[in-house]
């Protein structure tokens, strides 16, 4: 099989009529994802492209094998596929499939070319883009009674592929088309997102306010299953339910003090505030994590209430990982509950109301100090936490795993209480250098992310708030802390070329110390 052109891709292929005909009964074999499963091939791999999957090309060649065992690729099963073997595959393929009459073959074949294409460039394979481009357009048309967050997903694809032959002004060379189209598709929604966001914010947020300011004012607790869920305000949710009974065992009144403002008591959701001012404010600080600030607000897009996938943002010491993940929940207007790991065990998950220390859990002690439904836990240095088998009360790692699933987050046992909490609703972001001590069931629950380290570029970004951290340890007002002057600055750029923002940080400080002393003298 030789490399090809696009002059070898001219002649015409069946036209395909429905999703069964598009979706191969190979490939739905091996896919366990109930929401792949009824996927148009060429719409499962863009979803899986959407969502950083890995081993997608051996999971596409796979496929081929089991359809065409007798095909002699020049292509192995550890690829990236090279554009000249992709698109001489995939001619091979569309050769089969007028031949066999079988469109299982055609879809492999977009997918081939979905997979394999470069960034576009001087019209070259120009035929090749359409041709994916109109794959994708008629298979999505097919799937749009799907579920609404599914086709918002794959919608950002599809337009983001078909607007990559007009767009090569603003495509990235090094990168693939795929890759491109995810781009331009985020790119072509934030203002959708942005109008849709404004016409109905100010109204939910009115709402909200009166709501909250009604619960306010009702101090008496609920009794236990008064309330029927439905009839509750809007985004509210009831976190712990106790009835009068158990409100009168002694143990529980000692315990209820701080409680009382969230047992019984509808709980405020967050809702999603506009997705473009979060993503701009926090590119003003963070430019070099624009990838990890985009991949992280992917999970809101469609959402009416905040709620962030487990994740793990993995980086070297001092890259601002910690600063960032309380940035995204401080922007999301979630409360932040941090949690240092390196001294932190299974007394996270509460301890029992049978001890004078009984304490509930913190998840829920996040719920109570915000008032809201939804807060954010910062699992800082998770790697950190003490792994010993020997620990009294048991390992962080352990206990994590029942925050984390949806299934008992959402009734979790809290042993101070002892009755059921729903914690289905909050979000966490853990952070660690090393990824090496963590447990298997902790990397398989979160979601990892490569956090990068910050370029000498990124310094007058970084600037404000390292002056307004070093302000507030002060206790100054940061307007009283004048801005570094031009040789200061010249001094810190030399000093600091990128990096730990850490090392930044105390490099302004010497600076600022030093600047205090100069006035001192004079």
């Known amino acids: 099989m030789s490399s090809t052109g696009d002059k070898n891709d001219d002649f015409d292929l069946p036209t395909v009529e429905s999703d069964d005909v598009l979706t191969g009964a190979a490939a739905d074999s091996a896919d366990s994802e109930d929401q792949l499963k009824g996927l148009p091939r060429v719409l499962r791999y863009a979803k899986l492209i959407g969502d950083h999957a890995s081993h997608i090309e051996k999971r596409l060649i796979a496929e081929i094998h089991e359809l065409c065992p007798d095909l002699v690729m020049n292509v192995g099963s550890d690829v990236p596929l090279e554009v000249d073997a992709g698109l001489a595959l995939a001619t091979e393929l569309d050769r089969r499939a007028v031949k066999d009459n079988d469109p299982n073959l055609r879809s492999l074949s977009d997918s081939v070319r979905l997979l394999c294409l470069p960034a576009p460039r001087e019209g070259l394979h120009s035929k090749h883009y359409f041709r994916v481009a109109k794959a994708l357009l008629l298979a999505f048309e097919n799937i749009r009674s799907r579920d609404d967050r599914l086709c918002c997903e794959i919608e950002r694809f599809v337009f983001g592929w078909a607007a990559l032959p007009t767009c090569a002004h603003m495509v990235v060379e090094h990168e693939s088309a795929a890759a491109n189209a995810l781009r331009l598709g985020s790119r072509m929604v934030d203002y959708r997102i942005a109008a849709a966001w404004k016409e109905g914010f100010e109204s939910q947020k009115e709402a909200l306010r009166s709501a909250t300011n009604a619960a306010q004012k009702d101090a008496e607790?609920?009794?236990?299953?008064?309330?029927?869920?439905?009839?509750?305000?809007?985004?509210?949710?009831?976190?712990?339910?106790?009835?009068?009974?158990?409100?009168?065992?002694?143990?529980?009144?000692?315990?209820l003090g701080p409680l009382k403002n969230v047992v019984n008591v509808p709980l405020p959701l967050v809702t999603v505030p506009p997705l473009h001012e979060v993503r701009h404010k926090l590119l003003l600080e963070f430019p070099y994590a624009e990838r990890v600030i985009d991949l992280v607000l992917s999970d809101l897009v469609g959402r009416r209430v905040v709620q962030l996938r487990p994740i793990i943002l993995v980086g070297e010491p001092g890259g601002g990982k910690s600063r960032f993940a309380r940035c995204i929940?401080?922007?999301?207007?979630?409360?932040?509950?941090?949690?240092?790991?390196?001294?932190?065990?299974?007394?996270?998950?509460?301890?029992?109301?049978?001890?004078?220390?009984?304490?509930?859990?913190?998840?829920f002690l996040a719920i109570v100090r915000s008032k809201t439904a939804n807060p954010m836990v910062l699992l800082d240095e998770l790697e950190k936490a003490p792994s010993s088998s020997n620990l009294s009360v048991g390992r962080l790692w352990d206990c994590l795993l029942s925050f984390t699933e949806a299934e008992t987050s959402a009734r979790y046992p809290d042993p101070a209480l002892q009755i059921n909490v729903d914690l289905s609703r909050l979000s966490f972001i853990a952070t660690v250098n090393n990824l090496d001590p963590l447990p298997g069931p902790i990397r398989?629950?979160?979601?990892?992310?490569?956090?990068?380290?910050?370029?000498?570029?990124?310094?007058?970004?970084?600037?404000?708030?390292?002056?307004?951290?070093?302000?507030?340890?002060?206790?100054?007002?940061?307007?009283?802390?004048?801005?570094?002057?031009?040789?200061?600055?010249?001094a810190v750029a030399r000093l600091w070329q990128g990096g730990s923002v850490r090392r930044l940080r105390r490099i302004v400080e010497v600076i600022l110390r030093e600047r205090d002393l100069s006035a001192t003298r004079n």
């Open 444 to 490: 398989d629950r979160f979601v990892v992310v490569k956090f990068p380290k910050p370029a000498a570029e990124d310094l007058d970004a970084l600037l404000p708030a390292v002056m307004t951290d070093l302000a507030k340890e002060r206790g100054l007002d940061e307007r009283w802390i004048r801005p570094l002057n031009e040789t200061e600055h010249t």
């Open 329 to 363: 929940g401080q922007a999301l207007g979630l409360h932040v509950w941090r949690t240092d790991c390196s001294r932190a065990d299974a007394a996270f998950a509460g301890t029992d109301r049978r001890w004078h220390t009984a304490e509930p859990c913190h998840p």
């Open 221 to 255: 607790p609920l009794p236990r299953n008064a309330s029927d869920d439905d009839n509750l305000p809007p985004d509210h949710v009831i976190v712990a339910r106790l009835s009068a009974d158990e409100m009168k065992n002694f143990r529980v009144k000692e315990l």
